[in-house]
């Protein structure tokens, strides 16, 4: 059974940072992109980065409104992904999801981590 | 960015018919798929490829279309259906639609 667990949110002071971790088990982690996706309080969704495998040499990408402020890596010994944040905003209250990609769609989603941005 | 326009909310009776459309502003051939949101929980694909079903996912939901215009169908609606549904590109960035509440009357 595909397993998706991401940890790491909380409540982070305006312009700080936070590191989420995105935990997978049952499928082959290498053969697989990885994704975060966010969806702010009552809005829709919004894809925030990618990462590829090693065949593709790990190459990143970027939503244009967050670029500068997100950095997505991942640690394929421990089939694991993870997106950094800095210089939050209030606007970055979210919850963020991890999602495998496979065959060009997001097949599997986590159950989401929750950040909330505020003093 | 490829933007896709979606109807906000339906409101349809169990055992109807119910059509969801997303439109995209270029064609994205027919690399287009189809996610429902429950409250309180992550979305699940329902359709990949714009007319794929997802293994386990009830044959009541289908997908047509192909470049700019996309439309989900449940026949019939039943109760358990009453989620947002959103489609999703990924001709280049991912990009999602608004979503469309669908009520059940």
């Known amino acids: 059974e595909v397993q998706i667990l991401e940890t790491g949110g909380g409540l982070v002071k305006p312009g700080g940072s936070l590191r989420l971790s995105c935990a997978t088990s049952g499928f082959n982690f290498n053969d697989y992109f990885m994704n975060w996706v966010r969806q702010a309080p009552g809005k829709g969704l919004e894809w925030v980065a990618q990462?590829?495998?090693?065949?593709?040499?790990?190459?990143?990408y970027y939503a244009e409104s967050l670029e500068g402020r997100v950095t997505i890596s991942r640690d394929d010994s421990k089939s694991s992904v993870y997106l950094q944040v800095s210089s939050l905003r209030a606007e970055d209250t979210a919850i963020y999801y991890c999602?495998?990609?496979?065959?060009?769609?997001?097949?599997?989603w986590g159950q989401g981590a929750s950040v909330t941005v505020s003093s | 960015d490829t933007v896709l326009t979606q109807s906000p909310a339906l409101a349809v009776s169990p055992g109807e018919r119910v059509t969801i459309s997303c439109r995209a502003s270029?064609?994205?051939?027919?690399?287009m798929h189809w996610y429902q949101q429950k409250p309180g929980q992550q979305p699940t694909l329902l359709i990949y490829l714009a007319s794929n079903l997802e293994s386990g996912v009830p044959a009541r939901f289908s997908g047509s279309g192909s470049g700019t215009d996309f439309t989900l169908t449940i026949d019939p609606v039943e109760a358990d259906d009453t989620a947002t549904y959103y489609c999703?590109?990924?001709?280049?960035?991912?990009?999602f639609g608004g979503g469309t509440k669908l009520e059940l009357k």
């Open positions: 990462i590829r495998n090693k065949n593709y040499n790990y190459a990143t």
């Open positions: 270029e064609s994205v051939s027919t690399l």
């Open positions: 999602t495998r990609w496979g065959n060009y769609v997001m097949d599997a």
């Open positions: 999703q590109q990924s001709w280049n960035d991912p990009t």
